[in-house]
């Protein structure tokens, strides 16, 4: 047996039948021209042969009495039959079917008395293309490392036919200081936060004169922020890079304002619909990456986050574009002021506020910390192939928590950047609509910067 780490053991404790602590993913493949019609089964039965399981995928939570989440446990011999599954969608396979599914599949727990990880091969969609959905516990592996590890198992060589899985390769290991969760990199300082003492005059005067630091519990409450349940409803879909690339080069910002700036349009119209949308602006958590150019050979990231203006309270979208990409240009420049361990402690500041969302009552009472969290993880830059079938869409899906009922990551895959939308099946109503909005709200900027 292995001692679990405070930092996992965290998301062992938190996880409950509301709140499922596991990462996912979703990825859509399109098999190579003039393959076999069963090119899904072959591919299957030959993943139920990859029985060299890494340790990561052989551990689970140790039951030593009545007490548990104190020691992993190994199992020597990983039931694939019970990991790996295979689903078909109902004719006509529409990919509405295949949200539906993978809907169910994300809001399930994942078995303690077993490895805690699941892969499901699906096919049956009416193009001929497949999917599989994916999903690890955050105490084994978090979101950022999960991507690059679905990421090892492929290939840029469309020849390449070689198999390979994700539960054979070693994940990167998460560093005490450098994992590429936030909530990982956060939750080991949790106990840091005087480390911003020798800082407290740069922040005073960031945060009260100067106006440049967005402090948490100062964003309005909404309908997204109220107790969830234990249902989910997930959305995805891809837009071309370029056109995100082209409002960016015309406005004078960041590709992740753009991003931001898109989902805040979405979110207004949303709002609006549901006669919910609030006199001041909503405010989103972005995790950003702190690594200079000194850490760049250094592996890994070092992530901290910044609490974001939304600017939803603005109806032109060329300035609410101009509201985010200040408030996110403020943000970072106070994070230049401080040293590295102060950067990692005033990150942990800004989020602490979600583990208040586990004391009775307080999601009710209480202004939330943010509203949203809006996540952007690296992905490939260039197409990528599994046994010659290539990755057309790569969504990565998160954790919604008490009083943050609605989750937006994304990844770029190669020409795209791929959004995954993950809500409370209860609290967020008709959430495939956000995907219409944020075309909507793409177009609305790119007429604004055209103008």
Same mark, same amino acid.
């Not at 109503?429 to 956000?434: A, D, F, I, S, V």
């Given at each position: 047996?292995?001692?679990?780490? %405070?930092?996992?053991?965290?998301? @062992?404790?938190?996880?409950?039948?509301?709140?499922?602590?596991? $990462?996912?993913?979703?990825?859509?493949?399109?098999?190579?021209?003039?393959?076999a019609a069963d090119f899904v089964r072959e591919a299957f039965e030959l993943l139920r042969t990859e029985t060299d399981v890494q340790p990561t995928f052989r551990?689970? %939570?140790?039951?030593?009495?009545? @007490?548990?989440?104190?020691?992993?446990?190994?199992?020597?011999? $990983?039931?694939?039959?019970?990991?790996?599954?295979?689903?078909?969608?109902?004719?006509?396979g529409r990919v509405r079917d295949l949200l539906e599914l993978t809907s169910r599949l994300h809001g399930s727990l994942l078995d303690r008395h077993r490895p805690l990880w699941e892969a499901h091969l699906i096919e049956g969609l009416h193009d001929g293309r497949f999917a599989v959905y994916t999903k690890f516990h955050h105490a084994l592996i978090d979101g950022v490392s999960a991507m690059k590890l679905m990421q090892g198992a492929l290939t840029d060589d469309p020849g390449d036919t070689g198999l390979r899985v994700p539960w054979s390769l070693t994940p990167r290991r998460r560093g005490h200081t450098g994992g590429g969760s936030l909530l990982g990199t956060v939750g080991a300082l949790a106990g840091s936060v005087a480390g911003l003492a020798p800082s407290t005059l740069t922040l005073a005067r960031a945060a009260l004169l100067e106006q440049q630091l967005t402090l948490p519990f100062r964003a309005p409450k909404t309908m997204l922020n109220v107790r969830i349940?234990?249902?989910?409803?997930?959305?995805?879909?891809?837009?071309?890079?370029?056109?995100?690339?082209?409002?960016?080069?015309?406005?004078?910002?960041?590709?992740?304002?753009?991003v931001l700036a898109m989902c805040s349009g979405a979110l207004r119209a949303y709002l609006i619909d549901e006669d919910a949308l609030p006199e001041t602006a909503l405010v989103a958590m972005v995790p950003v990456d702190l690594r200079t150019e000194a850490d760049a050979d250094g592996g890994g990231n070092l992530v901290g986050a910044i609490l974001c203006n939304l600017a939803t309270d603005v109806e032109d979208p060329a300035r609410r574009l101009d509201v985010i990409a200040a408030s996110m240009r403020d943000n970072k420049a106070v994070y230049a002021q401080l040293p590295r361990m102060q950067q990692l402690a005033l990150s942990a500041f800004l989020i602490g506020g979600l583990a208040l969302g586990l004391l009775p009552g307080f999601v009710t009472a209480a202004p939330p910390p943010f509203n949203i969290v809006i996540s952007n993880v690296p992905g490939a830059r260039h197409p990528m192939y599994w046994k010659g079938a290539r990755l057309t869409g790569?969504?990565?899906?998160?954790?919604?928590?008490d009083g943050q009922a609605l989750n937006i990551t994304l990844a770029n895959n190669a020409d795209n950047l791929d959004f995954g939308l993950v809500?409370?099946?209860?609290?967020?109503?008709?959430?495939?609509?956000?995907?219409?909005?944020l075309e909507t709200s793409l177009k609305d900027l790119e007429r604004a910067v055209e103008a």
């Open positions: 047996m292995q001692p679990i780490a %405070p930092t996992d053991a965290i998301f @062992l404790v938190g996880e409950s039948r509301e709140h499922p602590m596991h $990462v996912g993913g979703l990825q859509l493949f399109e098999p190579p021209a003039g393959i551990k689970h %939570p140790a039951f030593l009495g009545g @007490l548990t989440n104190l020691a992993w446990t190994f199992d020597r011999d $990983v039931e694939l039959d019970y990991h790996l599954r295979r689903s078909a969608l109902p004719s006509p349940g234990g249902a989910r409803r997930v959305a995805a879909q891809s837009w071309a890079l370029q056109r995100i690339k082209n409002v960016k080069n015309a406005a004078g910002v960041t590709v992740n304002d753009v790569n969504y990565p899906l998160s954790i919604p928590l809500g409370c099946r209860r609290s967020v109503p008709h959430l495939q609509r956000l995907l219409g909005h």
